[in-house]
């Protein structure tokens, strides 16, 4: 059945010549041999009223008197507007020393871009970088310090390497006994859970501990995972204390009023970064570049001819993006006629964007996924690209990560600060 299904697809895909019959093929692709994304039964419903945990100054500031405080955060640390530093400065909190995470103190890096000790200009506080030459504060960076603060707006993706900070910092932390303060915010992706448990032989910093790739959790309540599970080496346990959210639960949207990091600029590519990002382990494009990142793909590949086309260009946050001034052809998903039934606007889960163009790509798919096969370390394991050499469906792909998801479902609940989805 396997090699009659390739056989088909292979026949399929190379008569594509216009886009009316690459619609037709994704329909297709969808339908047969593929399953919905497991959803929750509910749509996330908007709530105005919810208040982060740096917004709650009645309960941090009376934390941070008298002490010095270091913080890791970046251009998410809001407060009504205002960046966390400028308003602990008001207050007359001291300040030594600011952690810088992937983007930089300011957000404005690009994905991966080495990140360099500085000084902040606006308020001359030393900013050490933990995404250069180390990925955690060693006992000098840590050195007068009495207490740390986290503070950034994670996606709820286990590849999104805010997460990963917070780990190695909840490790130097728990290494040189500081208190560590994290203020919650609400995890757009937060009201379901879904994809493969990450195997520990794929551990990278996109990928730190053994969760699934849309974890359910905000930074709070993964902090507490960490603690809870003894994740940290040797079982060491960070002293953590969690500032909640106000008026938040896992079934209510939250519209992040900041960009958590240049190409994510909108709810959209929120909602679909966690089933796109897998295209950044291949020869194809997320629209890094382009004033739509993360909600189109698309490919120099000529097969794609005839398809919605983009041109990749220096941004900031892009400057060197892949297909640099190259025009790829691929899909807007922008679009609901190119996006999966049940996907646009609300947020599930699918590998059938993935599956899909590894079809198109060609009768050549050797060159579709890079030779470092970095979509492992993203997947959390080496299960799912295999599949999809071998032709299989979605549903089929479910089924080889189900009995692990179910039981970091479990686990999860354990740690819950807020009234779940379920």
Request: glycine residues 8%.
């Amino acid at each position: 059945m396997r090699e009659e299904r390739k056989i088909i697809i292979g026949a399929l895909f190379e008569t594509i010549i216009d886009m009316k019959q690459y619609i037709v093929i994704i329909i297709a692709l969808i339908s047969a041999g593929s399953c919905q994304a497991q959803m929750p039964n509910h749509t996330p419903k908007p709530d105005l009223n919810i208040v982060c945990g740096a917004e709650r100054l009645d309960v941090l500031l009376p934390l941070l008197k008298g002490k010095n405080v270091a913080l890791l955060v970046n251009q998410t640390a809001q407060v009504n507007g205002t960046h966390l530093v400028d308003t602990l400065l008001h207050y007359g909190i001291t300040i030594k020393k600011i952690y810088a995470p992937e983007h930089g103190f300011r957000g404005t890096a690009d994905a991966g871009e080495h990140i360099d000790n500085a000084t902040d200009a606006k308020t001359g506080i030393p900013v050490i970088s933990l995404y250069g030459d180390k990925k955690m504060p060693s006992t000098d960076d840590l050195a007068g310090v009495d207490v740390v603060v986290f503070d950034i707006q994670d996606v709820g993706a286990r590849f999104y390497t805010f997460i990963s900070s917070l780990h190695y910092l909840m490790q130097a932390c728990a290494e040189n006994k500081k208190p560590l303060i994290v203020l919650d915010r609400p995890n757009p992706n937060g009201w379901y859970v879904d994809g493969p448990v990450m195997k520990p032989a794929f551990t990278s910093f996109v990928g730190v501990d053994p969760i699934p790739v849309v974890h359910g959790l905000t930074v709070g309540e993964y902090a507490q995972m960490v603690n809870g599970e003894s994740w940290l080496p040797k079982g060491e346990q960070c002293p953590l204390q969690v500032v909640t959210c106000l008026n938040y639960d896992h079934t209510k949207h939250y519209s992040l009023p900041v960009k958590p990091s240049p190409n994510l600029p909108n709810d959209l590519a929120i909602e679909l970064y966690p089933s796109i990002c897998f295209f950044e382990g291949t020869n194809v494009s997320v629209g890094r570049g382009t004033d739509m990142p993360f909600q189109v793909i698309g490919s120099p590949n000529a097969k794609f001819s005839g398809a919605y086309e983009f041109t990749p260009r220096s941004t900031d946050g892009a400057k060197n993006p892949p297909f640099l001034k190259q025009t790829c052809y691929g899909f807007d998903l922008r679009k609901p006629e190119n996006v999966k039934d049940g996907l646009y606007g609300k947020g599930s889960f699918t590998f059938q964007y993935l599956i899909a163009m590894y079809h198109y790509y060609g009768p050549d798919r050797s060159t579709f996924f890079l030779k470092n096969n970095f979509i492992d370390k993203l997947m959390g394991t080496d299960e799912v690209r295999k599949m999809l050499e071998e032709g299989e469906s979605e549903k089929e792909i479910r089924v080889t990560y189900q009995k692990d998801l179910d039981t970091y479902k479990e686990k999860r609940k354990r740690y819950l600060l807020y009234a779940d989805f379920e």
